[in-house]
């Protein structure tokens, strides 16, 4: 009996190791992409000659056991002393090439793993984190990015069918949207506003045609100068209390022109779909104070109705990250 319940306890044990086995390739990626070490195996190298060409210094005997995991995981390949990055993860997390996703991987080892190690702080006495926009901010826009590519043919379908012949951003940040639309539809006058000016900066940097009316501006203050026929308000519900929604709603609802279009890209609770993201997403809002749990989909219409809009339409177009296009239109 007592040897079977020892046996028991191995037999859990190791399930939960080999849950724990996806860690190690995550890890091995982080590293190697963070100091560029799949870029300097090029066509092959021996760790020698990989760290005289690295950037900077690294510890050799840590280097060496990088190495090891490298081989172990899938990563490097060795043949003699010379080690090589295999086919997948160069360009995949390549420091230097534009098509990779190292920093996606950044996000993940830098920001949202050390946020859910400090939950049992939080659990226990209630101390928040505060998400610190300045220090995440590149990393969070290049992720960002991923969501615009998916959901861009939505946003311009539904431009295109609500003849939308303006339109305003709100929380444009790099403005990657309205680049988007000027280039796929010149005609139509476009305006984007986010808080951080350094943010801002970077938009007008990026925009080269300088058609795209960039300003600095807080949404719960801005001033109203122009209304549009379309809004677009894209992930940046959970920087409001759910309390503050309502206003920020309204606030948005006069930029509107009457029978105008609202859009919001922005991931949902109580979501039929991506259940573990969109459950991690709103720990992760939780822990910080200046964060804030995601709407379901009842409370973001019901919110939307008492702004004065109608014909709440709420779409997935990412599922696995519980990740919906709402629309509605501004009642006349
Ligand atoms: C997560 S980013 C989303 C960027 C972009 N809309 C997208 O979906 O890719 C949120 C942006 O909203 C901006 N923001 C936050 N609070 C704001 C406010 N009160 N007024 C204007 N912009 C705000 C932030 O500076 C940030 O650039």
Request: proline residues 4%; hydrophobic residues 40%; negative net charge.
């Amino acid at each position: 009996m007592a040897q079977l319940k020892e046996w028991t306890k191995v037999f859990r044990a190791r399930k939960w190791m080999k849950r724990a086995e996806p860690v190690l390739p995550l890890w091995h990626g982080y590293i190697g992409y963070k100091y560029g070490l799949f870029d300097v195996l090029g066509s092959g190298a021996t760790q020698a000659e990989a760290q005289i060409r690295l950037k900077q210094p690294l510890t050799t005997e840590a280097l060496s056991r990088w190495f090891e995991v490298g081989l172990a995981v899938g990563h490097l390949k060795k043949k003699d002393l010379r080690y090589t990055a295999t086919r997948h993860v160069l360009p995949e997390l390549s420091k230097s090439d534009d098509r990779s996703i190292g920093f996606m991987l950044s996000e993940l080892m830098e920001l949202h793993l050390p946020a859910l190690f400090s939950y049992p702080q939080f659990l226990e006495d209630g101390q928040q984190k505060t998400f610190n926009g300045e220090e995440h901010g590149d990393i969070v826009a290049e992720t960002s990015a991923l969501v615009e590519t998916v959901a861009f043919p939505a946003v311009r379908h539904i431009i295109r069918s609500q003849n939308v012949t303006s339109l305003l951003d709100i929380g444009c940040a790099y403005g990657g949207y309205l680049r988007k639309i000027h280039e796929a539809l010149p005609e139509l006058r476009l305006a984007g506003i986010d808080i951080e000016e350094s943010v801002i900066a970077e938009a007008k940097r990026r925009d080269t045609t300088g058609e795209i009316d960039f300003v600095v501006g807080d949404i719960k203050s801005f001033e109203v100068k122009e209304t549009y026929d379309g809004v677009m308000m894209n992930n940046i519900l959970y920087y409001f209390p759910k309390e503050e929604r309502l206003r920020l709603l309204e606030g948005v609802r006069r930029f509107v022109k009457d029978a105008g279009t609202v859009i919001l890209v922005t991931p949902l609770r109580d979501s039929e779909y991506g259940a573990p993201f969109s459950a991690a997403f709103n720990a992760f809002m939780t822990l910080h104070d200046n964060l804030y749990p995601l709407p379901g989909k009842q409370e973001l219409t019901e919110q939307l109705h008492a702004a004065g809009f109608e014909n709440v339409s709420i779409s997935p177009f990412l599922k696995e990250g519980a990740w919906y296009i709402v629309t509605a239109n501004a009642t006349s």
